[in-house]
């Protein structure tokens, strides 16, 4: 069996003409013989609107019943792109991500995926039916429904691809692949033709939400290439894939944290327990040093309810624990930008010379970053972005 995994977006499912367009792109690629798996997140913003309608109910909601409510965005996105195939003569059947065989741990609302068993995936492919997946949402040891994190249908994608043995996942957005920055807050922001998955992993840990961080994580490694393409509309595509030589002394573009949460702490904290409290979160800088001072950042856009999390842990630390921000954060991306000496010297000037405060400058080992007030991300990205040298590598200089 030839089989592809796609994946569609929430922005692109939004309207029914939308919908309708993707199960038309969908049914085309079986007429052409393929075996479809489509993984579809909640559509439009209803993944937000549940959380808040949630929020209404009960100021603390449990995790657990959180995950319930959130998995029926994506489960009523699956079963309604079915139901468009069917009226478009194809055979497709929706399922639920436990019924797709995902398995994930029991952390709640951030869960990761284990396994995948595609048994009952790859039978209705057989039948010749398309797969129709409910994205971000797996099955716990316990045998209830989790939820993967805002953005976790990447992930999904990812790990179907690999459970299929598709060796290649498309997903499919509102941007026709991965740009040197975010198009809406850089506007002569220019797509990158290819980019490594370890290039893409930096970039997405530094705030480029195009792609979840997670699903690059799953790709690297069970070796799955992602291509990124435009839903709707003419467009080109991004080749995300292993290539240990690829861009490997290039920047390969800016990416920035709107907010983050600063979780400081000194040395009369229970860091222990601070550090298992935080474990589930993607944690965009630990700086945890035993027994003396320090402090998380914590990206706010992957909180379901960040309030939430900056009250509980006052709650439950009141030593040596102090919440505080938000704070931004802006980076210049790849290989060159970690290793380049003076980077942080460069980062620093340019901004402060635009009259841009930076609170602090970090380097790591592909990137270099600046914290900043929030108010100065757009600005800041943009003289990044003219200031860095960015590189795309062409498919031809790798092949
Ligand atoms: P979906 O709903 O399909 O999952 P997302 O909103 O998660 O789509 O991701 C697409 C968005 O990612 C784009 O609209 C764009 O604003 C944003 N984005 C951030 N960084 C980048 C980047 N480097 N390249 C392209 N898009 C980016
Ligand atoms: N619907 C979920 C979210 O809004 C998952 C996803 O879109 O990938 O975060
Ligand atoms: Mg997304």
Known sequence: MDIIV?????????EDGQLRAVAQRVARCREEGKAVVVVVSARGKTTSQLLARAGKLNSNPEHRELDMLLAAGEQASASMLSLALHDLGHEAVSLTGPQAGVKTC??????????????????????????????????????????LGRGGSDTTAVALAAAV??????IYSDVDGVYTADPRKVPDATRLSMISLAEMKTLAHHGAGVLNERAIDYAIEHGVTIVCRKAHGEGGETIVRAEPGLGRSRIVGVACHDELLQVEFDESADHENLHERLDDLDIFVPELAEGESGRYLISIGQLADDEGLANSIREE??????????????????????????????ARKELESEGIAVHEVMRFEHAVTCLIDCNA???????????????????????
């Open 317 to 346: 630390f009141e030593k040596g624990v102090v919440v505080g921000g938000p704070i931004a954060s802006v980076s210049a991306v790849g290989y060159k930008a970690g290793s380049e000496e003076g980077a942080e010297d460069i």
């Open 377 to 399: 991300v757009e600005r800041a990205m943009q003289i990044f972005h003219d200031r860095f040298e960015i590189t795309d590598t062409e498919v031809a200089d790798v092949a």
């Open 106 to 147: 029991d952390a709640h609302m951030n869960a990761r995926i284990k396994t995948v068993d595609p048994e009952r995936m790859l039978e209705t492919l057989e039948e010749g039916k398309i797969v129709v997946v409910a994205g971000f949402q797996g099955e716990s040891p316990e045998g209830d429904i989790t939820t």
């Open 165 to 170: 043995g598709a060796g290649r996942c498309e």
């Open 6 to 14: 796609q994946k569609y977006g929430g922005s692109s499912l939004a």
